[in-house]
Protein backbone atom coordinates (compact mmCIF):
# COMPACT_ATOMS: atom_id res chain seq x y z
CA UNK A 1 0.00 0.00 0.00
CA UNK A 2 1.31 3.78 -0.92
CA UNK A 3 1.58 5.93 1.78
CA UNK A 4 2.52 9.23 2.30
CA UNK A 5 5.92 9.26 3.77
CA UNK A 6 5.85 10.86 7.67
CA UNK A 7 8.98 12.90 7.66
CA UNK A 8 9.77 16.12 5.58
CA UNK A 9 13.28 17.35 4.34
CA UNK A 10 13.30 21.24 3.71
CA UNK A 11 15.53 22.63 1.70
CA UNK A 12 16.50 26.16 2.70
CA UNK A 13 19.52 28.33 1.38
CA UNK A 14 21.65 30.21 3.67
CA UNK A 15 24.07 32.32 1.57
CA UNK A 16 23.72 34.46 -1.64
CA UNK A 17 24.63 32.35 -4.87
CA UNK A 18 26.76 34.59 -6.79
CA UNK A 19 26.08 34.28 -10.64
CA UNK A 20 29.54 34.72 -12.42
CA UNK A 21 28.34 33.68 -15.67
CA UNK A 22 26.32 35.88 -18.09
CA UNK A 23 22.68 35.54 -18.58
CA UNK A 24 21.73 32.36 -20.64
CA UNK A 25 24.74 30.88 -19.86
CA UNK A 26 24.87 27.53 -17.22
CA UNK A 27 27.77 27.99 -14.26
CA UNK A 28 29.28 24.66 -13.69
CA UNK A 29 27.55 22.26 -11.46
CA UNK A 30 29.65 19.70 -9.89
CA UNK A 31 29.32 19.83 -5.89
CA UNK A 32 32.84 20.30 -5.68
CA UNK A 33 33.41 23.18 -7.86
CA UNK A 34 36.10 25.44 -6.58
CA UNK A 35 33.95 28.50 -7.75
CA UNK A 36 30.27 26.91 -5.93
CA UNK A 37 29.41 30.01 -3.63
CA UNK A 38 25.54 28.11 -2.59
CA UNK A 39 25.66 26.89 0.99
CA UNK A 40 22.36 24.81 1.50
CA UNK A 41 20.72 23.57 4.56
CA UNK A 42 18.19 20.63 4.53
CA UNK A 43 15.94 20.47 7.83
CA UNK A 44 15.11 16.94 8.58
CA UNK A 45 11.62 16.56 11.07
CA UNK A 46 9.55 13.31 12.10
CA UNK A 47 6.76 14.56 11.21
CA UNK A 48 6.52 18.03 9.80
CA UNK A 49 3.24 18.32 8.78
CA UNK A 50 0.35 16.95 10.50
CA UNK A 51 -1.46 15.35 7.49
CA UNK A 52 1.07 12.74 7.54
CA UNK A 53 1.38 10.09 9.97
CA UNK A 54 4.30 9.32 11.61
CA UNK A 55 5.59 5.74 10.66
CA UNK A 56 7.10 4.08 13.91
CA UNK A 57 9.54 1.89 12.41
CA UNK A 58 11.21 5.11 10.61
CA UNK A 59 14.81 5.16 12.85
CA UNK A 60 16.82 7.00 10.10
CA UNK A 61 17.21 9.09 7.11
CA UNK A 62 19.79 9.10 4.11
CA UNK A 63 20.07 12.05 2.07
CA UNK A 64 21.88 12.32 -1.35
CA UNK A 65 22.74 15.08 -3.66
CA UNK A 66 23.87 14.57 -7.03
CA UNK A 67 24.75 16.83 -9.51
CA UNK A 68 24.47 16.87 -13.67
CA UNK A 69 27.83 14.99 -13.71
CA UNK A 70 26.93 12.29 -11.42
CA UNK A 71 28.84 13.85 -8.40
CA UNK A 72 27.21 12.77 -5.06
CA UNK A 73 27.17 14.26 -1.14
CA UNK A 74 26.08 12.18 1.11
CA UNK A 75 24.06 13.01 4.78
CA UNK A 76 22.63 10.23 7.43
CA UNK A 77 20.18 11.52 10.12
CA UNK A 78 18.86 9.57 12.81
CA UNK A 79 15.36 10.28 14.26
CA UNK A 80 15.01 12.61 17.06
CA UNK A 81 14.13 16.02 17.09
CA UNK A 82 14.51 18.49 14.32
CA UNK A 83 17.87 17.83 12.66
CA UNK A 84 19.84 20.23 10.22
CA UNK A 85 22.25 19.14 7.72
CA UNK A 86 24.92 21.13 5.34
CA UNK A 87 26.09 21.35 1.87
CA UNK A 88 28.40 23.44 0.87
CA UNK A 89 30.90 24.23 -2.00
CA UNK A 90 28.10 23.54 -4.43
CA UNK A 91 28.07 25.63 -7.88
CA UNK A 92 24.55 27.52 -8.52
CA UNK A 93 22.32 26.71 -11.28
CA UNK A 94 20.10 23.34 -12.63
CA UNK A 95 21.13 20.19 -12.66
CA UNK A 96 20.70 18.73 -9.22
CA UNK A 97 18.50 15.97 -7.91
CA UNK A 98 18.05 15.01 -4.08
CA UNK A 99 17.44 12.04 -2.98
CA UNK A 100 15.81 10.62 0.23
CA UNK A 101 15.19 7.76 1.84
CA UNK A 102 14.05 6.69 5.39
CA UNK A 103 15.02 3.02 6.99
CA UNK A 104 14.02 0.68 9.21
CA UNK A 105 17.06 0.85 11.39
CA UNK A 106 19.90 3.70 12.55
CA UNK A 107 22.75 4.91 10.49
CA UNK A 108 20.51 4.04 7.09
CA UNK A 109 20.69 0.49 8.01
CA UNK A 110 17.87 -2.15 7.72
CA UNK A 111 14.94 -1.92 5.59
CA UNK A 112 14.42 0.98 3.36
CA UNK A 113 11.12 1.93 3.86
CA UNK A 114 10.45 4.69 1.85
CA UNK A 115 11.83 6.76 -1.03
CA UNK A 116 11.45 9.98 -3.15
CA UNK A 117 13.93 11.92 -5.33
CA UNK A 118 13.17 15.87 -6.83
CA UNK A 119 14.86 18.19 -9.13
CA UNK A 120 16.70 21.03 -7.49
CA UNK A 121 17.84 24.61 -8.97
CA UNK A 122 20.14 26.17 -6.86
CA UNK A 123 19.14 29.89 -6.25
CA UNK A 124 18.96 32.53 -3.35
CA UNK A 125 16.96 35.87 -2.88
CA UNK A 126 15.59 37.99 -0.59
CA UNK A 127 13.80 35.43 1.11
CA UNK A 128 14.69 32.06 2.04
CA UNK A 129 14.31 29.32 -0.52
CA UNK A 130 12.30 26.31 0.27
CA UNK A 131 12.03 22.63 -0.86
CA UNK A 132 10.05 19.65 0.53
CA UNK A 133 10.34 16.42 -0.50
CA UNK A 134 7.03 13.88 0.21
CA UNK A 135 7.52 10.40 -0.59
CA UNK A 136 6.12 6.87 -1.27
CA UNK A 137 5.47 4.34 1.11
CA UNK A 138 7.20 0.75 0.08
CA UNK A 139 9.36 -1.81 1.96
CA UNK A 140 12.96 -3.50 0.30
CA UNK A 141 15.22 -4.90 0.77
CA UNK A 142 18.25 -3.30 3.35
CA UNK A 143 20.95 -3.17 -0.02
CA UNK A 144 18.44 -1.32 -2.38
CA UNK A 145 19.84 1.72 -4.18
CA UNK A 146 18.77 5.22 -2.96
CA UNK A 147 18.99 5.93 -5.86
CA UNK A 148 16.95 3.81 -7.27
CA UNK A 149 14.66 2.88 -5.00
CA UNK A 150 13.29 -0.91 -2.80
CA UNK A 151 13.25 -3.39 -6.36
CA UNK A 152 10.02 -3.59 -7.61
CA UNK A 153 8.68 -0.25 -4.96
CA UNK A 154 7.31 1.01 -7.98
CA UNK A 155 7.45 4.85 -6.11
CA UNK A 156 6.69 7.65 -7.84
CA UNK A 157 8.07 11.30 -7.52
CA UNK A 158 5.61 13.10 -5.46
CA UNK A 159 7.47 16.08 -5.87
CA UNK A 160 8.55 19.71 -4.61
CA UNK A 161 7.32 23.07 -3.59
CA UNK A 162 8.00 25.16 -6.58
CA UNK A 163 9.07 28.60 -6.01
CA UNK A 164 9.86 31.26 -8.42
CA UNK A 165 12.10 34.16 -7.75
CA UNK A 166 14.38 35.27 -10.28
CA UNK A 167 13.06 37.27 -13.72
CA UNK A 168 13.66 34.50 -15.65
CA UNK A 169 11.70 31.91 -13.80
CA UNK A 170 8.56 34.05 -13.61
CA UNK A 171 8.65 34.66 -17.11
CA UNK A 172 8.81 30.93 -18.03
CA UNK A 173 4.79 30.87 -18.24
CA UNK A 174 5.13 33.72 -20.89
CA UNK A 175 3.27 37.20 -20.09
CA UNK A 176 2.40 39.06 -23.48
CA UNK A 177 -1.68 38.43 -22.40
CA UNK A 178 -0.61 40.16 -19.28
CA UNK A 179 -0.78 43.10 -17.60
CA UNK A 180 1.71 42.03 -15.18
CA UNK A 181 5.63 42.53 -15.06
CA UNK A 182 8.44 40.79 -13.97
CA UNK A 183 11.57 42.98 -13.01
CA UNK A 184 14.54 43.43 -10.93
CA UNK A 185 13.99 45.71 -7.95
CA UNK A 186 17.06 47.50 -8.37
CA UNK A 187 17.28 47.65 -12.13
CA UNK A 188 18.77 50.48 -13.46
CA UNK A 189 19.97 52.14 -10.40
CA UNK A 190 22.79 54.46 -10.21
CA UNK A 191 26.64 52.84 -10.05
CA UNK A 192 29.56 55.53 -10.87
CA UNK A 193 30.66 58.18 -13.11
CA UNK A 194 33.19 60.00 -14.88
CA UNK A 195 33.88 63.28 -16.36
CA UNK A 196 33.47 67.02 -15.28
CA UNK A 197 33.68 69.93 -17.56
CA UNK A 198 37.04 70.77 -19.43
CA UNK A 199 39.30 69.98 -22.06
CA UNK A 200 41.98 68.41 -20.20
CA UNK A 201 42.05 64.69 -20.58
CA UNK A 202 39.25 62.80 -18.95
CA UNK A 203 37.03 66.18 -19.04
CA UNK A 204 34.35 66.83 -21.80
CA UNK A 205 32.63 69.71 -23.90
CA UNK A 206 29.52 71.29 -22.64
CA UNK A 207 28.00 68.77 -25.06
CA UNK A 208 29.07 65.38 -25.46
CA UNK A 209 27.83 63.02 -27.89
CA UNK A 210 28.10 59.35 -28.24
CA UNK A 211 29.61 56.25 -27.05
CA UNK A 212 30.48 52.64 -27.38
CA UNK A 213 31.98 50.07 -25.16
CA UNK A 214 34.29 46.71 -26.50
CA UNK A 215 34.86 43.12 -25.60
CA UNK A 216 37.46 44.45 -22.60
CA UNK A 217 34.62 46.95 -21.00
CA UNK A 218 37.02 49.67 -22.78
CA UNK A 219 34.80 53.21 -23.04
CA UNK A 220 34.99 55.42 -26.45
CA UNK A 221 33.00 58.91 -26.00
CA UNK A 222 32.22 61.65 -28.91
CA UNK A 223 33.06 64.95 -27.37
CA UNK A 224 31.67 67.19 -29.96
CA UNK A 225 32.54 70.22 -28.63
CA UNK A 226 36.20 69.49 -28.46
CA UNK A 227 36.51 68.24 -31.78
CA UNK A 228 37.58 64.70 -30.19
CA UNK A 229 36.97 61.22 -29.31
CA UNK A 230 38.15 60.01 -26.11
CA UNK A 231 39.14 56.43 -24.81
CA UNK A 232 38.94 55.12 -21.15
CA UNK A 233 38.76 51.98 -18.98
CA UNK A 234 35.88 50.31 -17.63
CA UNK A 235 36.37 52.18 -14.64
CA UNK A 236 36.53 55.39 -16.29
CA UNK A 237 39.75 55.77 -16.15
CA UNK A 238 41.28 57.99 -19.45
CA UNK A 239 43.47 55.97 -22.09
CA UNK A 240 43.71 57.82 -25.01
CA UNK A 241 42.32 60.74 -27.26
CA UNK A 242 41.95 61.48 -30.94
CA UNK A 243 41.42 64.91 -32.29
CA UNK A 244 42.72 67.85 -33.31
CA UNK A 245 44.64 66.27 -36.17
CA UNK A 246 46.36 63.85 -33.27
CA UNK A 247 46.27 60.63 -30.99
CA UNK A 248 47.63 60.99 -27.40
CA UNK A 249 47.39 58.98 -23.85
CA UNK A 250 47.00 59.96 -20.54
CA UNK A 251 51.09 60.36 -21.04
CA UNK A 252 50.86 63.64 -22.52
CA UNK A 253 48.38 66.71 -22.16
CA UNK A 254 45.41 67.56 -24.17
CA UNK A 255 46.01 69.07 -27.33
CA UNK A 256 44.75 72.66 -28.19
CA UNK A 257 41.40 72.05 -29.44
CA UNK A 258 40.58 72.22 -33.09
CA UNK A 259 38.57 71.04 -36.05
CA UNK A 260 40.34 68.32 -38.24
CA UNK A 261 40.39 67.33 -41.62
CA UNK A 262 43.06 64.57 -41.75
CA UNK A 263 42.75 61.24 -40.26
CA UNK A 264 43.15 62.27 -37.02
CA UNK A 265 40.99 64.99 -36.95
CA UNK A 266 37.23 65.99 -36.80
CA UNK A 267 34.25 68.46 -37.41
CA UNK A 268 31.73 67.42 -34.94
CA UNK A 269 32.36 63.69 -34.24
CA UNK A 270 28.59 62.20 -32.85
CA UNK A 271 27.80 58.29 -33.55
CA UNK A 272 30.77 55.52 -32.68
CA UNK A 273 30.68 51.91 -33.13
CA UNK A 274 33.15 48.87 -32.79
CA UNK A 275 33.56 45.24 -34.08
CA UNK A 276 34.36 42.20 -33.06
CA UNK A 277 38.08 43.06 -33.19
CA UNK A 278 37.60 46.12 -30.91
CA UNK A 279 38.09 48.33 -34.06
CA UNK A 280 36.36 51.53 -33.20
CA UNK A 281 34.18 53.72 -36.08
CA UNK A 282 33.37 57.09 -35.88
CA UNK A 283 30.66 59.56 -37.42
CA UNK A 284 32.70 62.71 -38.73
CA UNK A 285 29.72 64.64 -38.86
CA UNK A 286 30.45 67.84 -41.05
CA UNK A 287 33.42 66.41 -42.55
CA UNK A 288 30.75 63.81 -44.18
CA UNK A 289 32.78 60.88 -43.96
CA UNK A 290 33.53 57.71 -41.44
CA UNK A 291 36.59 56.84 -40.09
CA UNK A 292 37.88 53.66 -38.51
CA UNK A 293 40.81 53.31 -35.83
CA UNK A 294 42.39 49.96 -34.28
CA UNK A 295 42.02 49.55 -30.05
CA UNK A 296 45.11 52.02 -29.55
CA UNK A 297 43.79 55.16 -32.48
CA UNK A 298 45.73 53.91 -35.30
CA UNK A 299 44.13 54.85 -38.66
CA UNK A 300 43.04 52.40 -40.26
CA UNK A 301 40.33 53.63 -43.28
CA UNK A 302 37.67 56.02 -44.03
CA UNK A 303 34.73 56.55 -46.24
CA UNK A 304 32.74 59.52 -48.06
CA UNK A 305 31.96 61.39 -50.38
CA UNK A 306 32.23 58.68 -52.81
CA UNK A 307 35.45 57.56 -52.53
CA UNK A 308 37.32 55.20 -50.13
CA UNK A 309 40.63 55.20 -48.42
CA UNK A 310 43.09 53.52 -46.20
CA UNK A 311 46.16 54.51 -44.22
CA UNK A 312 47.96 56.36 -44.83
CA UNK A 313 45.62 57.90 -46.75
CA UNK A 314 43.78 61.45 -46.23
CA UNK A 315 41.37 62.16 -48.48
CA UNK A 316 39.66 65.17 -49.62
CA UNK A 317 36.51 66.95 -48.02
CA UNK A 318 34.25 67.15 -51.10
CA UNK A 319 30.93 68.62 -51.16
CA UNK A 320 27.68 67.52 -50.01
CA UNK A 321 25.56 66.05 -53.24
CA UNK A 322 22.66 63.67 -53.55
CA UNK A 323 24.45 60.62 -55.30
CA UNK A 324 25.23 57.46 -54.36
CA UNK A 325 28.33 56.67 -51.66
CA UNK A 326 27.52 60.35 -50.50
CA UNK A 327 25.70 60.92 -46.96
CA UNK A 328 25.68 63.61 -44.19
CA UNK A 329 26.09 61.58 -41.21
CA UNK A 330 25.29 61.38 -37.84
CA UNK A 331 24.16 57.94 -35.71
CA UNK A 332 26.23 54.47 -36.16
CA UNK A 333 26.18 51.02 -36.52
CA UNK A 334 27.28 47.66 -37.17
CA UNK A 335 25.73 44.65 -38.19
CA UNK A 336 27.13 40.92 -37.35
CA UNK A 337 28.79 41.26 -40.78
CA UNK A 338 31.05 44.26 -40.44
CA UNK A 339 27.91 46.17 -43.08
CA UNK A 340 27.77 49.78 -41.22
CA UNK A 341 24.42 51.32 -41.02
CA UNK A 342 24.54 55.67 -40.90
CA UNK A 343 21.85 57.97 -40.18
CA UNK A 344 21.63 60.27 -42.51
CA UNK A 345 20.79 63.30 -40.49
CA UNK A 346 19.62 66.16 -42.89
CA UNK A 347 19.53 63.92 -45.76
CA UNK A 348 16.72 61.87 -43.95
CA UNK A 349 17.22 58.75 -44.91
CA UNK A 350 19.27 55.84 -43.42
CA UNK A 351 22.20 53.98 -45.44
CA UNK A 352 23.67 50.65 -45.47
CA UNK A 353 27.62 50.40 -46.36
CA UNK A 354 30.06 47.38 -47.08
CA UNK A 355 32.97 46.84 -44.56
CA UNK A 356 35.26 48.21 -47.31
CA UNK A 357 32.94 51.55 -47.15
CA UNK A 358 31.15 50.43 -51.10
CA UNK A 359 26.97 51.77 -50.78
CA UNK A 360 24.67 49.24 -50.31
CA UNK A 361 21.32 50.75 -49.65
CA UNK A 362 19.20 53.41 -48.48
CA UNK A 363 15.90 54.10 -47.04
CA UNK A 364 13.79 57.14 -47.54
CA UNK A 365 10.98 59.32 -49.26
CA UNK A 366 8.92 55.69 -48.80
CA UNK A 367 11.57 53.88 -50.61
CA UNK A 368 14.52 51.91 -50.80
CA UNK A 369 16.60 51.79 -53.40
CA UNK A 370 20.39 49.94 -53.99
CA UNK A 371 21.43 51.96 -57.24
CA UNK A 372 21.67 55.64 -57.84
CA UNK A 373 19.45 58.19 -55.93
CA UNK A 374 16.86 59.54 -57.58
CA UNK A 375 14.82 60.64 -55.07
CA UNK A 376 15.03 64.15 -52.91
CA UNK A 377 15.90 64.82 -49.10
CA UNK A 378 12.31 65.65 -48.64
CA UNK A 379 11.34 65.11 -44.70
CA UNK A 380 7.93 62.81 -44.31
CA UNK A 381 5.74 61.44 -41.47
CA UNK A 382 4.73 57.91 -43.32
CA UNK A 383 6.62 54.75 -43.19
CA UNK A 384 10.01 54.83 -44.32
CA UNK A 385 10.34 58.24 -44.59
CA UNK A 386 12.63 60.64 -42.01
CA UNK A 387 12.18 64.10 -40.39
CA UNK A 388 15.87 64.33 -39.53
CA UNK A 389 17.16 60.74 -39.59
CA UNK A 390 19.28 60.40 -36.34
CA UNK A 391 20.11 57.45 -35.15
CA UNK A 392 20.20 53.88 -36.64
CA UNK A 393 20.91 50.09 -34.44
CA UNK A 394 21.15 46.51 -36.36
CA UNK A 395 19.92 43.46 -34.78
CA UNK A 396 22.89 41.54 -34.83
CA UNK A 397 21.30 37.85 -34.99
CA UNK A 398 18.82 38.61 -37.92
CA UNK A 399 19.65 42.24 -39.43
CA UNK A 400 16.13 44.03 -38.07
CA UNK A 401 17.27 47.84 -38.64
CA UNK A 402 15.85 50.54 -36.43
CA UNK A 403 15.80 54.02 -37.39
CA UNK A 404 14.48 56.82 -35.01
CA UNK A 405 13.70 60.54 -36.49
CA UNK A 406 12.35 63.40 -35.14
CA UNK A 407 8.90 62.03 -35.95
CA UNK A 408 8.86 61.39 -31.97
CA UNK A 409 9.38 57.27 -33.33
CA UNK A 410 11.46 54.58 -34.06
CA UNK A 411 10.85 52.62 -37.67
CA UNK A 412 11.46 48.87 -38.20
CA UNK A 413 12.88 47.24 -40.92
CA UNK A 414 13.75 44.14 -41.98
CA UNK A 415 17.65 43.35 -43.30
CA UNK A 416 16.37 44.06 -46.74
CA UNK A 417 15.03 47.69 -45.91
CA UNK A 418 11.63 46.43 -46.05
CA UNK A 419 9.24 48.39 -43.25
CA UNK A 420 7.78 46.54 -40.63
CA UNK A 421 6.82 48.62 -37.91
CA UNK A 422 6.28 52.03 -36.00
CA UNK A 423 7.28 52.44 -32.20
CA UNK A 424 5.67 55.38 -30.84
CA UNK A 425 7.19 57.14 -28.26
CA UNK A 426 4.80 59.77 -27.27
CA UNK A 427 3.18 58.75 -24.01
CA UNK A 428 1.25 60.54 -21.59
CA UNK A 429 4.22 61.54 -19.33
CA UNK A 430 5.98 62.26 -23.08
CA UNK A 431 4.34 64.09 -25.07
CA UNK A 432 5.68 64.69 -28.76
CA UNK A 433 8.67 67.17 -28.21
CA UNK A 434 10.30 65.76 -30.91
CA UNK A 435 12.96 63.69 -28.36
CA UNK A 436 13.37 60.39 -29.87
CA UNK A 437 16.91 60.36 -31.26
CA UNK A 438 19.01 58.37 -29.32
CA UNK A 439 18.09 55.01 -28.49
CA UNK A 440 19.95 51.34 -28.18
CA UNK A 441 18.77 47.81 -28.18
CA UNK A 442 19.49 46.22 -24.69
CA UNK A 443 20.51 42.66 -24.37
CA UNK A 444 17.51 42.07 -22.65
CA UNK A 445 15.75 42.36 -25.85
CA UNK A 446 13.79 46.02 -25.39
CA UNK A 447 14.73 48.98 -26.65
CA UNK A 448 15.97 52.17 -24.57
CA UNK A 449 14.96 55.17 -25.65
CA UNK A 450 16.55 58.66 -24.62
CA UNK A 451 13.84 61.34 -23.81
CA UNK A 452 15.92 64.83 -23.32
CA UNK A 453 15.04 68.30 -23.06
CA UNK A 454 15.48 71.09 -20.73
CA UNK A 455 13.74 70.95 -17.46
CA UNK A 456 10.62 70.37 -17.05
CA UNK A 457 11.10 68.64 -20.11
CA UNK A 458 11.79 65.00 -20.84
CA UNK A 459 15.02 64.15 -18.84
CA UNK A 460 14.12 59.73 -18.74
CA UNK A 461 14.52 56.82 -20.72
CA UNK A 462 11.82 54.91 -21.98
CA UNK A 463 12.02 50.81 -22.22
CA UNK A 464 9.71 49.02 -24.56
CA UNK A 465 9.57 46.11 -26.21
CA UNK A 466 10.41 44.90 -29.59
CA UNK A 467 7.02 45.70 -30.44
CA UNK A 468 6.32 49.06 -29.51
CA UNK A 469 4.61 48.10 -25.64
CA UNK A 470 6.12 50.80 -23.15
CA UNK A 471 7.79 48.69 -20.28
CA UNK A 472 9.14 51.23 -17.99
CA UNK A 473 11.20 54.27 -17.72
CA UNK A 474 13.97 55.43 -15.36
CA UNK A 475 15.83 59.07 -14.71
CA UNK A 476 14.85 62.15 -14.24
CA UNK A 477 15.77 65.85 -14.32
CA UNK A 478 18.73 67.08 -11.95
CA UNK A 479 22.62 67.37 -11.42
CA UNK A 480 22.65 64.42 -8.75
CA UNK A 481 24.09 60.54 -9.52
CA UNK A 482 21.35 58.94 -11.16
CA UNK A 483 19.96 62.38 -12.85
CA UNK A 484 20.30 63.31 -16.43
CA UNK A 485 20.53 66.84 -18.54
CA UNK A 486 19.34 65.64 -21.60
CA UNK A 487 20.45 61.81 -21.46
CA UNK A 488 21.77 60.54 -24.99
CA UNK A 489 23.48 57.20 -25.82
CA UNK A 490 23.14 54.34 -23.60
CA UNK A 491 25.51 51.46 -23.82
CA UNK A 492 26.07 47.89 -22.58
CA UNK A 493 29.49 46.73 -20.85
CA UNK A 494 30.66 43.05 -20.97
CA UNK A 495 29.87 42.97 -16.99
CA UNK A 496 26.06 43.72 -18.02
CA UNK A 497 25.49 47.37 -16.62
CA UNK A 498 25.61 50.27 -18.94
CA UNK A 499 26.72 53.57 -19.37
CA UNK A 500 24.80 56.76 -20.41
CA UNK A 501 25.61 60.03 -21.82
CA UNK A 502 24.28 63.04 -19.87
CA UNK A 503 24.83 65.14 -23.11
CA UNK A 504 24.48 68.76 -21.01
CA UNK A 505 26.00 67.43 -17.82
CA UNK A 506 29.51 66.59 -19.45
CA UNK A 507 29.48 63.21 -17.90
CA UNK A 508 29.26 59.62 -18.34
CA UNK A 509 27.12 57.39 -15.73
CA UNK A 510 26.98 54.03 -15.05
CA UNK A 511 23.96 51.67 -14.25
CA UNK A 512 23.12 48.41 -12.71
CA UNK A 513 21.04 46.44 -15.52
CA UNK A 514 18.49 43.86 -15.22
CA UNK A 515 19.49 40.59 -15.12
CA UNK A 516 16.94 38.16 -16.03
CA UNK A 517 18.70 35.34 -13.52
CA UNK A 518 19.04 37.71 -10.74
CA UNK A 519 17.82 36.33 -7.76
CA UNK A 520 15.86 39.72 -6.52
CA UNK A 521 13.53 39.12 -9.15
CA UNK A 522 9.91 40.03 -9.10
CA UNK A 523 6.44 40.72 -10.05
CA UNK A 524 4.52 44.50 -10.54
CA UNK A 525 1.60 45.72 -12.48
CA UNK A 526 2.90 46.41 -16.50
CA UNK A 527 4.42 50.47 -16.36
CA UNK A 528 4.94 50.81 -12.96
CA UNK A 529 7.87 53.18 -12.74
CA UNK A 530 9.29 55.99 -10.39
CA UNK A 531 10.38 58.62 -10.06
CA UNK A 532 7.76 60.47 -12.36
CA UNK A 533 4.12 59.04 -13.36
CA UNK A 534 3.19 55.67 -14.14
CA UNK A 535 0.81 54.81 -16.73
CA UNK A 536 -1.22 51.37 -16.63
CA UNK A 537 -4.09 50.11 -15.84
CA UNK A 538 -5.37 47.40 -13.71
CA UNK A 539 -5.66 45.12 -12.88
CA UNK A 540 -3.10 42.24 -13.76
CA UNK A 541 -3.21 38.57 -13.85
CA UNK A 542 -0.55 36.21 -13.20
CA UNK A 543 -0.32 32.45 -13.79
CA UNK A 544 2.83 30.49 -12.37
CA UNK A 545 4.30 27.23 -15.12
CA UNK A 546 1.93 24.54 -13.87
CA UNK A 547 3.43 21.89 -11.76
CA UNK A 548 3.05 17.78 -12.26
CA UNK A 549 3.14 15.73 -9.76
CA UNK A 550 3.12 12.54 -11.93
CA UNK A 551 -0.06 11.18 -10.19
CA UNK A 552 -3.42 12.50 -8.61
CA UNK A 553 -2.66 14.04 -5.59
CA UNK A 554 -4.09 15.88 -2.77
CA UNK A 555 -1.85 19.37 -2.85
CA UNK A 556 -0.63 20.41 0.49
CA UNK A 557 -0.72 24.56 0.55
CA UNK A 558 0.13 27.21 -1.65
CA UNK A 559 2.46 29.86 -0.60
CA UNK A 560 3.94 33.72 -1.57
CA UNK A 561 5.72 36.84 0.03
CA UNK A 562 4.21 40.18 -0.93
CA UNK A 563 7.29 42.75 0.32
CA UNK A 564 5.34 45.59 -0.95
CA UNK A 565 1.81 46.20 -0.77
CA UNK A 566 0.89 50.31 -0.80
CA UNK A 567 -2.64 51.48 0.40
CA UNK A 568 -5.38 51.22 -2.44
CA UNK A 569 -3.91 48.09 -4.04
CA UNK A 570 -4.57 44.19 -3.30
CA UNK A 571 -3.52 40.87 -4.19
CA UNK A 572 -5.92 37.83 -4.57
CA UNK A 573 -4.28 34.10 -4.68
CA UNK A 574 -6.04 31.37 -6.72
CA UNK A 575 -5.12 27.75 -7.24
CA UNK A 576 -5.75 25.90 -10.42
CA UNK A 577 -5.82 22.32 -10.74
CA UNK A 578 -6.41 19.60 -13.68
CA UNK A 579 -6.02 16.13 -14.34
CA UNK A 580 -5.02 16.82 -18.06
CA UNK A 581 -3.09 20.25 -17.85
CA UNK A 582 -5.84 21.67 -20.18
CA UNK A 583 -8.78 21.91 -18.16
CA UNK A 584 -8.50 23.96 -15.14
CA UNK A 585 -10.89 24.65 -12.30
CA UNK A 586 -9.96 27.23 -9.72
CA UNK A 587 -10.89 28.16 -6.54
CA UNK A 588 -10.15 31.32 -4.30
CA UNK A 589 -7.08 30.68 -1.56
CA UNK A 590 -6.91 34.11 -0.37
CA UNK A 591 -9.03 37.25 -1.21
CA UNK A 592 -6.77 39.92 0.49
CA UNK A 593 -3.39 39.21 1.18
CA UNK A 594 -1.17 41.48 3.80
CA UNK A 595 2.30 41.82 3.16
CA UNK A 596 5.17 39.28 4.40
CA UNK A 597 5.78 35.28 3.33
CA UNK A 598 2.16 33.44 3.88
CA UNK A 599 1.20 29.85 3.56
CA UNK A 600 -2.46 28.50 2.89
CA UNK A 601 -3.45 25.50 2.77
CA UNK A 602 -5.10 24.15 -0.27
CA UNK A 603 -8.46 22.80 0.62
CA UNK A 604 -9.87 20.34 -1.80
CA UNK A 605 -7.32 20.79 -4.19
CA UNK A 606 -6.67 17.14 -5.59
CA UNK A 607 -5.63 16.30 -9.16
CA UNK A 608 -2.25 15.59 -11.38
CA UNK A 609 -1.87 19.21 -12.11
CA UNK A 610 -1.84 22.34 -10.20
CA UNK A 611 -0.62 25.99 -10.59
CA UNK A 612 -1.16 29.47 -9.07
CA UNK A 613 -3.03 32.78 -10.27
CA UNK A 614 -1.94 35.92 -8.74
CA UNK A 615 -4.39 39.09 -9.59
CA UNK A 616 -2.64 42.47 -8.49
CA UNK A 617 -4.62 45.76 -8.60
CA UNK A 618 -4.66 49.51 -7.71
CA UNK A 619 -6.69 52.44 -7.51
CA UNK A 620 -3.63 54.77 -7.86
CA UNK A 621 -1.82 54.64 -11.06
CA UNK A 622 1.55 55.68 -9.39
CA UNK A 623 1.74 52.46 -6.92
CA UNK A 624 2.05 48.43 -7.51
CA UNK A 625 1.91 45.47 -4.90
CA UNK A 626 5.04 43.65 -5.73
CA UNK A 627 5.28 39.65 -5.43
CA UNK A 628 8.47 37.86 -5.34
CA UNK A 629 8.22 34.29 -4.17
CA UNK A 630 5.03 31.88 -5.34
CA UNK A 631 5.02 28.46 -4.92
CA UNK A 632 2.94 25.49 -3.96
CA UNK A 633 3.75 22.42 -1.60
CA UNK A 634 2.77 18.82 -2.07
Given at each position: MHRAMAWLVMLTFLGGCHLASSPGVEPPRSPAAAQGTASVALRV??????????????QSVKILLRDADGHDLTRTVDTGAPTTVQFEGLAPGGGYTLYAAGYSGLNATGIMLSWGKLPVTLASGRNQLSLSLSVVMKAGAGAADLVTGPSGNGAI???????????????APGM????????????????????SLGSQNGEFGSHIQMLAIDSKGRIWVSDDIN????????????????????????????????????????????????????????SDVNNRRILKYDASGNFLMGFGGNQVWVAPATASIPAHRNDTGYFRNYGLDLDRNGNI??????????????????????????????????????????????????????????GTMYVSDFNERVQVFTSNGDYVRTISTVTADKPDQRTAGFFELGPDGNVYVAAYGSNPG???????????????????????????????????????????????????????SANPADPAG?????????????????????????????????WGAAYWDIPTLPAGTQVTVEAGRSNDGVNWTWSLVSGTPGTGRTAANLVGVTGRYCKLRLTMSTTNSALSPIIQEVGVLY
Amino acid sequence: MHRAMAWLVMLTFLGGCHLASSPGVEPPRSPAAAQGTASVALRVAFPERTAQALVANTQSVKILLRDADGHDLTRTVDTGAPTTVQFEGLAPGGGYTLYAAGYSGLNATGIMLSWGKLPVTLASGRNQLSLSLSVVMKAGAGAADLVTGPSGNGAIQLGAQKVFTTMRDFQAPGMSASNIEPFDPAQNTYLAKFGSLGSQNGEFGSHIQMLAIDSKGRIWVSDDINERVLQFDKDGVFLRGIGSDTVWTSASSAPIVAQGTTNYGFKDPAGLAVDAQDNLYVSDVNNRRILKYDASGNFLMGFGGNQVWVAPATASIPAHRNDTGYFRNYGLDLDRNGNIYIGGYSDNRAYVFSPSGQFLRAIGQGTTWTATASVTWATGSVPSTFNSCWHVRVDKTDGTMYVSDFNERVQVFTSNGDYVRTISTVTADKPDQRTAGFFELGPDGNVYVAAYGSNPGPNFYQVFTRTGTLLSRFGEFGTGNGQLQNPETIAWAPDGAFWTVDRDGSRVQKWRSANPADPAGALRLRGHRQPGPAVYVGPGVYETPPIDAGASITWGAAYWDIPTLPAGTQVTVEAGRSNDGVNWTWSLVSGTPGTGRTAANLVGVTGRYCKLRLTMSTTNSALSPIIQEVGVLY
